[in-house]
């Protein structure tokens, strides 16, 4: 059973910061396009930021430009995501997966951010 562990989420006031952490198994976090959607209530989710942990990336939406940042600590087969100037519209549950175009792909349980 292939799990990919996310933290890091809370509530924080606009203007603040959060770094999400997503922990995944070596074998899957080697050589892997990993990105960080999130889902919002009414919202269509939506994909903030990816990386490839074997070289390639970053990518960012333009929501988030300058703002949330992505990275690797391969030591660790840990993605982050360094949310500064946070905003009310960057409320969500934020998830960690690989691979979005295949359907064998894999999600972590999501970890909910709260700007207000």
């Known amino acids: 059973h292939v799990q990919l562990v996310e933290s890091g989420g809370g509530s924080v006031q606009v203007g603040g910061s959060l770094r999400l952490s997503c922990v995944a198994p070596?074998?899957?976090?080697?050589?892997?396009?990993l990105v960080w959607f999130r889902q919002s209530p009414g919202k269509e989710r939506e994909g903030v930021a990816s990386i490839y942990t074997g070289g390639g990336g970053p990518y960012y939406a333009d929501s988030v430009k300058g703002r949330l940042t992505i990275s690797q600590d391969d030591a660790k087969n840990t993605l982050y995501l360094q949310m500064n100037s946070l905003k009310a519209e960057d409320t969500a549950v934020y998830y960690c997966?690989?691979?979005?175009?295949?359907?064998?792909?894999?999600w972590g349980q999501g970890t909910q951010v709260t700007v207000s």
């Open positions: 070596a074998d899957i976090y080697s050589n892997q396009c």
């Open positions: 997966v690989t691979r979005p175009w295949d359907e064998n792909n894999y």
